[in-house]
């Protein structure tokens, strides 16, 4: 049974950093490529970036130099790294594998 479980988001001021982790179990983690998404109130669940097997990244242009995408594949772990957090960064953010799994989700909150 894949499970991703998600953490790190929070309350954070604009212009701030956080580090978001989705751990991975079940899954031959590194065969996978791996994403994350958002979804924001009232608005549809959007691709932000995501990490293919071989590690190369691609992302959305909303977070394209803002924001770092990345994989220990030895710890079964994926990686966001948000940096200059904007107030419509926020929005809860969901780990996903192309196995089909997605993890629960941690919410992101960008306020003053």
């Known amino acids: 049974q894949v499970q991703l479980v998600e953490s790190g988001g929070g309350l954070v001021q604009p212009g701030g950093s956080l580090r978001l982790s989705c751990l991975a179990s079940?899954?031959?983690?590194?065969?996978?490529?791996m994403d994350w998404y958002r979804q924001a109130p009232g608005k549809q669940r959007e691709l932000v970036a995501t990490?293919?097997?071989?590690?190369?990244?691609f992302y959305a242009d909303s977070v394209k130099s803002r924001f770092t995408i990345s994989r220990d594949n030895a710890k079964k772990t994926l990686y966001l790294q948000m940096n200059s957090l904007k107030p419509e960064d926020t929005a809860v953010y969901y780990c996903?594998?192309?196995?089909?799994?997605w993890g629960q989700g941690t919410q992101v909150t960008v306020s003053s």
């Open positions: 996903h594998s192309t196995i089909g799994a």
């Open positions: 079940g899954i031959i983690f590194r065969l996978y490529s």
């Open positions: 990490i293919t097997s071989g590690g190369n990244a």
